[in-house]
């Protein structure tokens, strides 16, 4: 299984970025598909999951702001970030839980990782 992760870059504050993580040896909509951030200094944290059912979790500081998707026949997942801040500033991969864990939060569920991708916002 490899997750590749693409897209990232430098924007200014309120500005739009859309990252992506395409799969291959795995089928994204049967898995949990988690994108994950980690700034420096700081634990890495779930921003947003989007279950096999196509159901979503965002963590708080970014809902309303971020969008997961994907794309089945592109066997890719997206993610829309848009109205960014500079605290939104890490580096963010993607990450893949083949057995569809209840603890999507619990970075251990998560069988499989990209390598990142670095999204910088400037004030």
């Known amino acids: 299984v490899q997750l590749q992760a693409s897209g990232g870059g430098l924007v200014q504050a309120g500005g739009s970025l859309r990252i992506s993580c395409a799969a291959s040896?795995?089928?994204?909509?049967?898995?949990?598909m988690g994108w994950w951030r980690q700034a420096p200094g700081k634990e890495r944290e779930l921003v947003v999951a989007i279950r096999w059912s196509g159901s979503t979790y965002h963590r708080d500081s970014v809902r309303g702001r971020f969008t997961a998707s994907r794309d089945t026949a592109k066997n890719t997942v997206y993610l829309q970030m848009n109205n960014l801040r500079p605290e939104d500033t890490a580096v963010y991969s993607c990450?893949?839980?083949?057995?569809?864990?209840?603890?999507?939060?619990?970075?251990?569920?998560?069988?499989?990782w990209g390598q990142g991708t670095l999204v910088t916002v400037s004030s």
């Open positions: 040896g795995l089928s994204v909509n049967r898995a949990t």
């Open positions: 990450a893949a839980d083949k057995d569809r864990s209840v603890a999507i939060g619990d970075a251990q569920s998560y069988d499989y």
